[in-house]
């Protein structure tokens, strides 16, 4: 379906009569499949951070984080219904496929951003709600409005916007920015360009249709594959710098130092494989890694916070 063809069919019957949308509908508005990894992240930032935070509160930070990333989700699919309807992972989506109005979309996404990042400034502090502020804009507006159709970097700057809410998390706790909650945000920074280029690879065909000025669409697949490659370099280490920082044990060095050299490993395979459905395996082994990769390192970064006073404290001399 073209964009002409699109604004003459599903959007302009529904912005005419409204749309059908269910309840299931407005719920894949805030995109829970792309923003659970996000408010995961989030929550091992709220955890980990020093000090503590009452249970209840953490739950309000954690639910805030969460429909403040869902709602600039809704944000981005009404901006971007015309593009979501040419491409073929996204063109099910309730706004382009008619079931939810544009506007309602709209105002969906504006409602809950406002109170996300309300309630989260009255339960926990107001830099925490500035930074959720902040991340939503800089996704909706930054990313979604402008970078994301003019620029080949698109993906890199604004990766930004997935990076932060670890930081919102610590922040919540804290009321502070610090070394720590930075090293969280590089992490997610730097795995951001990798693993959405390995998308753009299986994908380039979706990204061509639709205009959007993805980096093998722009400058070709080799290109990309050198940028992977370089990407999965620089972020190996940083991985690693919880434990060189002091804010991780040796234990969750190790097991990094692991997952950033299997990183490279898959970068180097899609930098080797670059014809037929060989090339095709290896973007796809990357990008379903990379999630593999982002988890598990904030999960151990959970367990070795949580698990590291127990084990300090059934050491001999532990409980003097």
Known sequence: MSLAELRDGPLDDAAAFGGQGEVGDYLALLKPRVMSLVVFTALVGTLIAPSGIHPVLALVAILCIA?????????NMWYDADIDAVMSRTR????????????????FGLTLSAFSVGILGLATNWLAAGLLAFTSFFYAVVYTMWLKRSTPQNIVIGGASGAFPPMIGWAAV?????????????IIFMWTPPHFWALSLFKRGDYEDAKIPMLPVVAGEDVTRNHILAYSVLLAPIGVAPWLLGFASPI?????IVLGLVFVVHAITVWRRREGDEARKAAVSLFKFSLVYLFLVFAL???????????????PGGMA
């Open 67 to 75: 429909i403040g990333a869902g709602a600039s989700g809704a944000l």
């Open 174 to 186: 804290t009321g502070s920015v610090s070394v720590e909650s930075v090293t969280l945000f590089l």
């Open 92 to 107: 099910s989506r309730p706004v382009p496929s008619g079931r939810v109005a544009p506007g309602e979309a709209l105002t």
């Open 252 to 256: 969750y060095g190790a097991v990094a």
């Open 301 to 315: 970064l959970l367990a070795d916070s949580t698990l590291a006073p127990l084990v300090s404290a059934l050491l």
